[in-house]
Structure formats: C-alpha cells, structure tokens
C-alpha cells in the first residue's frame, strides 16, 4: 500500500516512473543488463544521458548557448562550486538572505569570496522575499545569488530580480519544473534532484555559455563546470542511476503536458492546502501570501504539544513525511509535482477531522 | 535475457541484488515508499545507512578508530578531497605512479600540494608495481599515495608499501570487498562504488580518525571528511537510492561467505581467465604474473584488426563490455565480485573458439 509522502526531499515520485524502472530493473530494453551496470561510455548510456538532457532542455526551455549539467554533490556542492568557477580570489559577490538554505550557501560561499548580503529578510523573520525592485545589486559584484524557493519556510520568489548585467544565479532545487522559469534571465540555474527531478545524488546545472572559462585554477575536478560542460559531464563517471531516473520523471513530466499543465496542477494544489489553512483558525502559515511556495507548505497548530499527535495521526491515515523540519519545528507538506491532488485532498480531510477532534 | 557484462565500472551487478531492490521498488517492507523516495532522516532510512555502514565495518574488519564515509563525487572526487583533508597548502605529499589512474590522482592533487612522485612505472610500461621495499618516502611528506588496482591498466600491488609513521592512502576502486584487506594498515582507503560495491554516484571514504581535523578552511564542505563524520556522511543529502544498494551487495557479499569466500572465488576466476591467456600462444597479457589485477584483465590478439571482430562477436554471444579502455585498445575483462565463475568459462570457452576461427 502506497502511503502519500509529504516529505520535503528525498521526496515522492510518480509511481508511473517507479513501476517503469521496475520493468527494466534487470534488463533495459533488450540491453540484458540494468541501467545501473552499463558503461556511462556505451552507446545505450550514452543515449539515454542525451535524451535525459534534450528534455531537460526542451520542458524548461533552455536557450542554446546554456550547457546542461549533470553533476554529483547536490545543491550543497554547488554552494562551493558558483565561486569557484564564477570568481577569482578576492572577488566579491551578492547574496540575498531568505532563510536556512541561502544562509548555508552563504556560509560555504564565505570559504571563497567576499559575500555581501544585500537583503536579508531577518526583518519579517524570513517570511517573505525582498520585494521587486528593491534589490541593488553593486556593480563589481562578480554575480547576484538567490534560493527561489526556501524548502524550509516555504517562501518562494514570486519575480526574477533584474540585476543589469550583474549574473543571477539561482539555487532552484525545490521548485524546478513545478512551473515555467525563463532560464534566459539567468546566468546559472542549479538544483538538487530530491525534490522534483529524481533520486539524490544528482544536481543539475544550467550555465550560460560565456560564464564558462572563469573557473579557478584549484577548483576540484567535479565541481569544474567548464571542464564538465567539455566531456558532457562525463568528466569521471557520472551519477547513472540517477540520471536515467531523471530522464524517466522528465519523461513523465512531458506526458503530464509539461510545464504549463504542471502550473495548473500546482497551483489548484496550493490554493486547495492555503486556502483550508487560512479559511481555519485553528492552522496557521507565517509566510506572506505574494510569497508563499508552491511546494513547500510550512503550517502551525495553536498549541506545539499537538505536533507530535498531528504528525502520528496522519502518518496511521497514510500521510507521511508531515513533521516540519528539525530546526523549525510544526508541520510541513511539501507537494511537489508528483504528489497527485487527491494526496492534498486527503491531507486537507484529514486537517479538517484534527481540527475538530482538537480544535 | 541476462548477458555476462565484464564493463570496468559501472559494472555487473549480483543478480539477487537487482530482484531484491525490484521487490522493493514501489513499497519498501511496508514503508508504502521506495527507499528513493525516503527522507535520509527518516527511521526508515537512517537504519538503512547504519546498517550498510555495520556490514562495510564488519566485513572489511574496519577498525573501530577509523570513521567510514558514504560520499558522492566518486574517486575523482577524493582525489581534491585527500590534500583538502590531509594538507596545509604548501605541504608535500608522496605518489607512486602505476597507470592511467594514478595519474589522474597526481594530476588533480597537483591543484593542492607539492606532489612528489617517488616511483614511476613508465619504464615498465605500466606492467607491474614497484618492488617491495623499494619505496623511499620522505619524512615531510603528507602521506603516501598508490592506486591499489589500476582499472585500465591491470596492475595490482600484491603488498601494502610500509612508509613509517607517513599515513598510507589508497584508492581501491576497483578491488575492494574482492579480498581481504588489513585496513590498519592504511590511513586512507576510498573506493568508487561502481565496481564491486554498487552503482556509480558513490564513494566510500574509511579514513582513521586521528588523520581528522587536520581539512583546509576552504575545503568544499561535500569534500570536508571531518565535518562529514560528524554528521553521519549527512552535512547533505546523501545519494540515499545509492547507500541502500550498496547495503543489499555488502549482504549478498556476506550471504556468499564474506571476504574469504570472494577471494577464493576471485582466484578461481583470476586462474582460469590468466591460465587460458598463458596457455595460447594467440592471446596475450603484458602484467607481470605477481602484479596481475584480479578483477580487471586487459588481453591483446595479435593483430589489432582483430579487437573489434572479436568485440563484435562476443556481444552477439552474450559476452558483454569487453573492448578495452578507449586509451589503450585492446581487449580487457572486468570480473569483479558479481561475476560469476561461469561467466569466465563462457568467455574462454569463447576465446578459444575464437581463436581457432581466426589463429
């Protein structure tokens, strides 16, 4: 029996592409082997590496002068690896603060470069994001960093910021795919995979061509963009298992009428789980409503003893992953494109006979 | 239709592995999720991750002073994470070079230290290892470094070098679990686990403690082994999919009998596919007999126009994987731990043949 999975990442996955990798899980396609046994170098894997880029490239619509990564080290890796190929020591960079995962990728980026954080939304307690407009971005900066989604309080960008000819560069681990994204305005867009694009241990980088070259010279292999974008990320051996999962859930991104149908769906599960949240008053969601996330919904009860109750109650209806991260506390569903509207539904049902039983 | 798939990595997986992990591929033991789809701080997954770790410990006899990692970013990786961990910049450290990966080591450790190459088998061509007791280490050195089998190559040390109170590191991609291995002996041994642990998109990095504390300030925190052994290989999301499958090959490899059993299976496997090389006069092995691989076996016909026929021939009789490195041609035969003996009798029994057609 199948449970609804809340959790924020690793997260569910659509059970289509989980029953997919099953039916080839000893042979692929006639291959006589798995996926994960084949040479990266072969022309099978080779194959489905392309077709797994091609559609990464043709949903979000990628321009072609940006390379397409498949990378091992997560968005974590990442947090290192935008400065050391963006920067030359001694350089320094923007950084907007909007809760835990900018803050850690501030911190890492300190090991490299001098961060200047331009905002930081301490202020209303990382319940929104700057707002549009507002942000001023100084222009020896060598590139403007952001967390369009924060996974943790549940606060998403509603709005690309303009930085003139400063790069933006984006960490979109929680919300790539979950709507359309005009990769255009960006100079490197990077995410994590648990989230909405497979299992962990892959991230993808997306990185406009002529921001290639830049890296420094001890950056570890792995992390080099531009020696990865030169042997298509296939530099050592690439994370395989994983990227064929990726290609598969992209797959089924594209039979689910790609980004604009994921949109409709994500928004009438957002409006579905806010409003029940806002119509009670019994739950409560901090996050300022221009900029809450579509994927990550961070909710309270009145009273934090009926956590602990909440999430053991509706993990026994068959909803998991629900408790909120460890170092916020409360409940958190994340809905990600593979959590169907009838998961949402029955979280919203459930919400409703807690409040009465509690309320 | 299985084939015998003798890729160098990724590579063939034991067959009860896959079926096991298809068993489980939509609903792990009740959970209601596959194990890609668990957060990593799950009960269920956090058990999953221990467990792997006890029986990598309980196999390999892993010391209790040393901590055993679960990373991503492969050997490659380490080979950045070894000087970030070990080194201050400026430090000196020791690397024997036996081939096409030791190379690689030097080469990328160059980025971080004053690499010292104190023995170079070119003049051998790469064809064995050097002497016992021939090694002289420096004082100042860091540590000492050695590829323990060179995959490309085919070259294994048949000893572990004494460098004094100078850390020993190695990477044992390629031949970890095939035998037994005195890890006391060692202050580093990583390995790749798409040889003889599991899929690609993991490295297990078993590094004594004391060596710990000693990372560079700008260390890349996915590279940073003491901040990782604090967090139970967890400071990020770790490639949870890969931990869990690399648990199932640890448990078939102790289902087999543990590490005494491979190595007699290894050496069955080893004889017959070098017995068959020295007996005919067609097929020949360049390694010296002492330093021979015993899981990668490179082999030449004696007409290079030969390489690819005999390729293409063998694919059609289910004989998988067997050009050679696409540096050095000819033909190699991986027979890690899940190959099974009969796959080697199939592959001389087609050699044979071959020959016979074409002698």
Same mark, same amino acid.
């Given at each position: 029996?199948?449970?609804?999975?809340?959790?924020?990442?690793? #997260?569910?996955?659509?059970?289509? %592409?989980?029953?997919?990798?099953?039916?080839?899980?000893?042979? &692929?396609?006639?291959?006589?082997?798995?996926? =994960? !046994? =084949?040479?990266?170098?072969?022309?099978?894997?080779?194959?489905?590496?392309?077709?797994?880029?091609?559609r990464m490239?043709?949903?979000?619509? %990628?321009?072609?002068?940006?390379?397409? $990564?498949?990378?091992?080290?997560?968005?974590?890796?990442?947090?290192?690896?935008?400065? $050391?190929?963006?920067?030359?020591?001694? *350089?320094?960079?923007?950084?907007?603060?909007?809760?835990? &995962?900018?803050?850690?990728?501030?911190? +890492?980026?300190?090991?490299?470069?001098?961060?200047?954080?331009?905002?930081? !939304?301490?202020?209303?307690?990382?319940?929104?994001?700057?707002?549009?407009?507002?942000?001023?971005? @100084?222009?020896?900066?060598?590139?403007?960093?952001?967390?369009?989604?924060?996974?943790?309080?549940?606060? +998403?960008?509603?709005?690309?910021?303009?930085?003139?000819?400063?790069?933006?560069?984006?960490? #979109?681990?929680?919300?790539?795919?979950?709507?359309?994204?005009?990769?255009?305005?960006?100079?490197?867009?990077?995410?994590?995979?648990?989230?909405?694009?497979?299992?962990?241990?892959?991230?993808v980088v997306? /990185?406009?061509?002529?921001?290639?070259?830049?890296?420094?010279?001890? %950056?570890?292999?792995?992390?080099?963009?531009?020696?990865?974008? *030169?042997?298509?990320?296939?530099?050592?051996?690439? @994370?395989?298992?994983? &990227?064929?999962? /990726?290609?598969?859930?992209?797959? &089924?991104?594209?039979?689910?009428?790609?980004?604009?149908?994921m949109e !409709?769906?994500?928004?009438?599960?957002? !409006?579905?789980?806010?409003?029940?949240?806002?119509?009670?008053?019994?739950?409560?969601?901090?996050?300022?409503?221009?900029?809450?996330?579509?994927?990550?919904?961070?909710?309270?009860?009145?009273?934090?003893?009926?956590?602990?109750?909440?999430?053991?109650?509706?993990?026994?209806?068959?909803?998991?992953?629900? #408790?909120?991260?460890?170092?916020?506390?409360?409940?958190?569903?994340?809905?990600?494109?593979?959590? @169907?509207?009838?998961?949402?539904?029955?979280?919203?049902?459930?919400?409703?006979?807690?409040?009465?039983?509690?309320?």
């Amino acid at each position: 029996m199948r449970v609804h999975n809340f959790s924020a990442g690793p #997260a569910t996955m659509p059970l289509e %592409v989980l029953e997919r990798a099953r039916s080839e899980a000893t042979d &692929w396609r006639g291959s006589g082997m798995s996926v =994960m !046994e =084949m040479s990266h170098r072969s022309t099978e894997f080779v194959g489905i590496a392309a077709e797994a880029e091609a559609r990464m490239r043709s949903l979000l619509g %990628v321009p072609d002068d940006y390379a397409v $990564l498949f990378l091992q080290g997560g968005a974590t890796g990442q947090f290192a690896g935008v400065p $050391l190929n963006l920067t030359a020591p001694g *350089a320094s960079a923007a950084y907007v603060n909007t809760g835990s &995962w900018s803050a850690k990728a501030v911190s +890492e980026a300190r090991k490299y470069v001098d961060v200047r954080v331009i905002a930081d !939304e301490k202020h209303s307690n990382y319940a929104t994001v700057p707002a549009e407009g507002s942000l001023e971005v @100084p222009t020896g900066a060598a590139y403007l960093h952001y967390t369009l989604n924060e996974t943790i309080g549940g606060v +998403e960008f509603p709005y690309v910021p303009d930085a003139g000819d400063v790069p933006v560069v984006t960490d #979109a681990s929680s919300t790539i795919l979950s709507r359309p994204l005009d990769v255009s305005r960006f100079g490197v867009v990077y995410a994590g995979a648990q989230k909405n694009l497979g299992p962990s241990g892959l991230v993808v980088v997306i /990185v406009r061509r002529d921001l290639l070259g830049r890296a420094r010279q001890d %950056v570890p292999g792995i992390l080099d963009w531009t020696a990865m974008a *030169a042997a298509d990320s296939m530099l050592n051996t690439p @994370p395989t298992l994983a &990227w064929y999962l /990726v290609g598969l859930v992209l797959e &089924w991104v594209e039979e689910q009428g790609g980004l604009t149908a994921m949109e !409709e769906r994500n928004r009438a599960k957002a !409006e579905l789980l806010y409003g029940a949240i806002d119509r009670s008053d019994f739950y409560s969601n901090p996050v300022e409503p221009s900029a809450r996330s579509w994927m990550n919904v961070p909710f309270l009860v009145p009273d934090p003893a009926l956590e602990k109750p909440f999430v053991a109650a509706a993990s026994r209806a068959g909803l998991s992953g629900l #408790a909120g991260h460890r170092s916020v506390g409360g409940m958190r569903a994340s809905i990600y494109n593979a959590m @169907p509207l009838e998961g949402v539904q029955a979280l919203v049902d459930f919400m409703t006979d807690f409040e009465k039983q509690n309320g």
